[in-house]
Antibody, heavy 123, light 110 residues
Framework: QVQLVESGGAVVQPGRSLRLSCAAS????????MYWVRQAPGKGLEWVAV????????YYADSVKGRFTISRDNSRNTLYLQMNSLRPEDTAVYSC????????????????WGQGTTVTVSS | QSALTQPASVSGSPGQSITISCTGT?????????VSWYQQYPRTAPKLMIY???NRPSGVSNRFSGSKSGNTASLTISGLQAEDEADYYC??????????FGGGTKLTVL
């Protein structure tokens, strides 16, 4: 079945780095734009980043621009989020999600979500 | 960029209809057709309920409908059921090539 499974979450100190992974299965990963979305404890959803189906385009929320990098390996059906210079306010559950339409288009809607991986930034 | 504005909570009785508003600006909700709505139960992944303002994905009940007027989008749930009690989030594409979510609305079925 169509599935996204995140991994890599951990407890890290402020200023450190972490890389999250999202393994996709059950669909043609290389034909979909992909997203990272986070949710801080007790808070709402916050969009983090998007990457095009081929990795040629990516965009970021202002809150993470310059610190986070979204990437993908279509040969491994895997999405990544490299997080540098982590701050306490980055503490959240990070989820990957799929766009609703296939390449080369975006619909900016997310129809398949993973269960998320928890990142805690604390000294 | 600030989040889209949603009411913190709404409530209704079984069988009634409720509407959740989502207010943005002319740079997001007001300009683009890319407005979506998500339903989220506690400790679970969000579920897409509406995309492109008013389209329902396959499998979503036709009790859920979406619309837009100016800078405000709306989600209407008719024939309210106990299982509809959840958090609801709107989102929109923006002129900055980003996506922005609303703050979320907690729906209580009385």
């Amino acid at each position: 079945q169509v599935q996204l499974v995140e991994s890599g979450g951990a407890v890290v100190q402020p200023g450190r780095s972490l890389r999250l992974s999202c393994a996709a299965s059950g669909f043609t990963f290389r034909t979909y734009a992909m997203y990272w979305v986070r949710q801080a404890p007790g808070k709402g959803l916050e969009w983090v980043a998007v990457i095009s189906y081929d990795g040629s385009e990516n965009y970021y929320a202002d809150s993470v621009k310059g610190r986070f990098t979204i990437s993908r390996d279509n040969s491994r059906n895997t999405l990544y989020l490299q997080m540098n210079s982590l701050r306490p306010e980055d503490t959240a559950v990070y989820s990957c999600a799929r766009d609703t339409v296939t390449s080369p288009y975006y619909d900016y809607a997310m129809d398949v979500w993973g269960q998320g991986t928890t990142v805690t930034v604390s000294s | 960029q600030s989040a889209l504005t949603q009411p913190a909570s709404v409530s209704g009785s079984p069988g009634q209809s409720i509407t959740i508003s989502c207010t943005g600006t002319s740079s997001d909700v007001g300009y683009y057709k890319y407005v979506s709505w998500y339903q989220q139960y506690p400790r679970t992944a969000p579920k897409l309920m509406i995309y492109e303002v008013s389209n329902r994905p396959s499998g979503v009940s036709n009790r859920f409908s979406g619309s837009k007027s100016g800078n405000t989008a709306s989600l209407t749930i008719s024939g309210l059921q106990a299982e509809d009690e959840a958090d609801y989030y709107c989102s929109s594409y923006t002129s900055s090539n980003t996506v922005i979510f609303g703050g979320g609305t907690k729906l209580t079925v009385l």
